[in-house]
T-cell receptor
Framework: QKEVEQDPGPLSVPEGAIVSLNCTYSNSAFQYFMWYRQYSRKGPELLMYTYSSGNKEDGRFTAQVDKSSKYISLFIRDSQPSDSATYLC????????FGKGTRLHILP | GAVVSQHPSWVICKSGTSVKIECRSL??????MFWYRQFPKQSLMLMATSNEGSKATYEQGVEKDKFLINHASLTLSTLTVTSAHPEDSSFYICSARVPGGGRETQYFGPGTRLLVL
């Protein structure tokens, strides 16, 4: 079992919809959980990071961590075409481990 | 947020040649920088950790003699792919850790796309 599992998509949703992106992981030692956004042919951009379990909200983005289920989520409200990108989850204990990323398309 | 640049943004080279990629932190000093490689539709894989003034720490399976890393100043790290082969074609991304921040506060460069013919 890989340390971090993420559905690569692509995921296509209409503009304005709520988007739910998820990752599962196997290493219970992970304490920090991050979401990055990566546009085509660009480096990743840190969107949010969360320490341990719980929710964190920043504008249209909400990150959730459920350590008991080893499951993290990123919700995007009122999705926009500019949100179209690849979203990578990442988590760390000693080093950062990235998911493969989910390609998201917001349809105008 | 902090800005990290990379140069060049893309490079095409012949098999057997060496290619140098630069990573710069533009508005902060980074004692630690990281080099990643990303193949199409794959995750970022950490290659090595670059520490200013000391030798880089390489991840398992990464050949240190093939991927030479130099972190000569607090704002510059370089990755040299020596004797490049077509299988080295990939997207190379550096990141820099903001001083006082954990690994989660890394800022990434825009990446360098390498194509070896």
């Amino acid at each position: 079992q890989k340390e971090v599992e993420q559905d690569p998509g692509p995921l296509s949703v209409p503009e304005g919809a709520i988007v739910s992106l998820n990752c599962t992981y196997s290493n219970s030692a992970f304490q920090y959980f991050m979401w990055y956004r990566q546009y085509s042919r660009k480096g990743p951009e840190l969107l949010m990071y969360t320490y341990s379990s719980g929710n964190k909200e920043d504008g249209r983005f909400t990150a959730q961590v459920d350590k008991s289920s080893k499951y993290i989520s990123l919700f995007i409200r009122d999705s926009q075409p500019s949100d179209s990108a690849t979203y990578l989850c990442a988590m760390r204990d000693d080093k950062i481990i990235f998911g493969k990323g989910t390609r998201l398309h917001i349809l105008p | 947020g902090a800005v990290v640049s990379q140069h060049p943004s893309w490079v095409i080279c012949k098999s057997g040649t060496s290619v140098k990629i630069e990573c710069r932190s533009l508005d902060f000093q980074a004692t630690t920088m990281f080099w990643y490689r990303q193949f199409p539709k794959q995750s970022l894989m950490l290659m090595a950790t670059s520490n200013e003034g000391s030798k880089a720490t390489y991840e398992q399976g990464v050949e240190k003699d093939k991927f030479l890393i130099n972190h000569a100043s607090l704002t510059l790290s370089t990755l040299t792919v020596t004797s490049a082969h077509p299988e080295d074609s990939s997207f190379y991304i550096c990141s820099a850790r903001v001083p006082g921040g954990g690994r989660e506060t890394q800022y990434f460069g825009p990446g360098t796309r390498l194509l070896v013919l």
